[in-house]
């Protein structure tokens, strides 16, 4: 690092733009490449689920040779692949609303009062957070199961709150803790009860804030494949947990297996857009 | 912003308290319930006091890959760190090519985790993939499944490629903070580049690098799905992280007593360090609340 920036020329500075402050083309060529870096892996996953299999194993190309949409076809039009992507789905949805839904009034206590036990509380809604899944994955297992809800969406979407109520309830705050309390009281004098006001004056307030929370539950309920995995069997298999099935089988479909990543990375990438500038914020849990 | 006391709060945390309680705290007392508990099978159990904590204790393999863990992580951070704020320093401050940026750093920050295995586990491969065929086209040997420096290397080349953005990001935020005015005074004392790095930006990131370094520790420190669909574990054990020693044991044997001691004690030392975050964390509000 220090040879790095030591060794930008610190002519830079009498550059007549002012705002201009490193050398333009050494800034290019270090983003160039480090974005070369991170999208050649995602092109090469790409570029093999436009092959045939035939074209994978027998000739190393830069380009599908013979263009095709076999490997998507396959996957759009089998169930044991579709069903994957619908059952993530369910309990991804199932799971940001749930964490969304719990976690607004929360957040809203933890930014506006001061209780008793509110800062131990916090603590403890962070260590669950950072509670690696490994710990869980098998008291989990046993819990549902115990309770009957083995393999169905609910138990992975109650299972991801574990890490996404935490999530949102910090995001959230590090959004509220933004809007002057004065709004509120003056909400409150105008007669508003606090349903009300909650609904119709703050969460419009705090509507990024809401929609960031919202992006990263969704995320990371989306990359989890660990206690997805050991929560289901059959019903509510996830689309992670049927790739890793097809890699144990002894030939590896490797072109619909491409295919299939590129259409889990495809969520992500349609949104992020949106919550470009709020990324930071919403992996630093509110905090930056 | 001061805070007025209001007990009645707590009906507002009340969902958030039975949710969270239902999914940890019941799990978390299972495990305990196991690791003082020992079985025959059949569900029969007794108590076996704090044997397995002391089995633990001086079970080779789990410092082993204790071992391996610590070395993990510690690599990763040396690397996405420094390079993390190099990216940072470099990125288009504003205008298209910012946004620009932005979204294509974040592309595999949201990338399922197997499928980030599934695509190094492709990109390294010698026959089909791009990284393995073009290094041993240059006569470089290189086989992740057999030699265990290639596998390190790959999963650590991997989680590079994976979160580094995410540094790269927290630490562009911290840099998009400095008021122009410091870079202004700066350039009237005419300090060298170094010195505005030393000097204003390094101070002014440094509460949001520690947030960074500390979720980078935490993630890589738990870190399961990729290595495990990279490498299994393997050549040997010799990728084998503590989460993935640790499914092994609970999932795969049904070793419930020493996989719950094992999970206890990983469970103390993540705690030990959500405290440090949690505490690095108000101490920048309480700076920031001046």
């Known amino acids: 690092m220090s040879d790095a920036t030591a060794s930008a020329p610190t002519a830079s500075l009498s550059v007549s733009k002012p705002k201009r402050r490193f050398p333009i083309k050494g800034s290019v060529i270090v983003m160039t490449l480090y974005l070369v870096f991170l999208l050649l892996p995602i092109y090469w996953l790409l570029n093999m689920s436009l092959k045939t299999n035939t074209e994978i194993l027998s000739e190393f190309t830069l380009f599908p040779n013979n263009l095709t949409f076999a490997n998507y076809i396959t996957i759009l039009t089998d169930p044991t692949w579709y069903t994957g992507y619908i059952n993530s789905m369910i309990y991804v949805v199932l799971n940001t609303t749930i964490s969304l839904t719990v976690a607004l009034p929360a957040a809203y206590a933890f930014s506006r009062y001061r209780f008793m036990g509110d800062n131990q509380l916090f603590f403890w809604l962070l260590t669950n957070r950072m509670a690696p899944p490994a710990v869980f994955a098998l008291p989990f297992f046993q819990l549902y199961s115990s309770v009957g809800l083995f393999d169905t969406h609910i138990a992975v979407a109650l299972a991801h709150c574990l890490f996404n109520v935490p999530l949102a309830v910090w995001i959230l705050e590090g959004f509220m803790r933004g809007v002057p309390k004065e709004i509120d009281e003056t909400a409150y004098i105008d007669g508003y009860s606090f349903g009300r006001f909650f609904v119709k004056i703050f969460m419009p307030l705090i509507s990024s804030g809401i929609g960031v929370a919202a992006f990263f539950c969704f995320m990371f309920s989306w990359v989890e494949l660990l206690l997805s995995r050991t929560l289901t069997s059959v019903d509510a298999k996830p689309i992670a947990a049927i790739m890793t099935r097809t890699q144990g089988a002894a030939g590896v479909d490797w072109g619909v297996l491409a295919a299939a990543g590129i259409l889990t990375v495809l969520p992500g990438a349609l949104v992020i857009y949106f919550v470009r500038n709020y990324i930071a914020k919403g992996f630093a849990l509110g905090r930056v | ?290």
Not at chain 2, 72 to 86: E, N, T
Not at chain 2, 179 to 194: E, G, L, T, V
Request: charged share 10%.
């Open chain 2, 1 to 290: 912003m001061n805070k007025t006391v209001n007990q009645k709060a707590w009906f507002l945390i009340l969902p958030v308290l039975v949710l969270v309680a239902f999914s940890a705290v019941i799990p978390i007392m299972t495990v305990v319930n196991y690791s003082v508990q020992d079985t025959f099978g059949n569900n029969q159990f007794f108590w076996a006091g704090l044997e397995w904590f002391e089995t633990m204790l001086h079970s080779e393999r789990m410092w082993d890959a204790l071992g391996r863990q610590l070395m993990f992580s510690a690599i990763i951070l040396l690397i996405q760190v420094p390079l993390g704020v190099f990216v940072a320093l470099n990125m288009p401050k504003s205008g298209f090519w910012s946004s620009f940026c932005l979204v294509m750093m974040s592309l595999p920050l949201l990338i399922p985790w197997n499928v980030v295995g599934t695509i190094w586990q492709i990109f390294g491969r010698v026959d089909i993939g791009l990284l393995g065929y073009t290094l041993d086209a240059m006569g470089i040997e290189y086989n992740y499944t057999q030699s265990p420096l290639a596998a390190w290397i790959t999963i650590i080349v991997m989680d590079v490629w994976h979160w580094t953005s995410l540094v790269a990001l927290l630490a562009f935020a911290g840099l998009k903070s400095i008021p122009d005015a410091y870079y202004q005074a700066a350039k009237i004392d005419q300090a060298s580049r170094w010195a505005i790095f030393r000097y204003i930006e390094l101070p002014k990131m440094m509460g949001v690098l520690m947030i960074a370094i500390l979720l980078r520790f935490m993630d890589s420190f738990m870190i399961y799905t990729e290595p495990f669909v990279v490498t299994g574990g393997g050549p040997g054990n010799s990728t084998t992280l503590l989460s993935i020693d640790l499914v092994k044991m609970a999932l795969g044997q049904f070793d419930l007593g020493p996989a719950a001691a094992f999970s206890l004690m990983y469970y103390l030392v993540i705690l030990l360090i959500s405290w440090v975050f949690y505490t690095v964390m108000t101490n920048m509000d309480k700076k920031e609340g001046k």
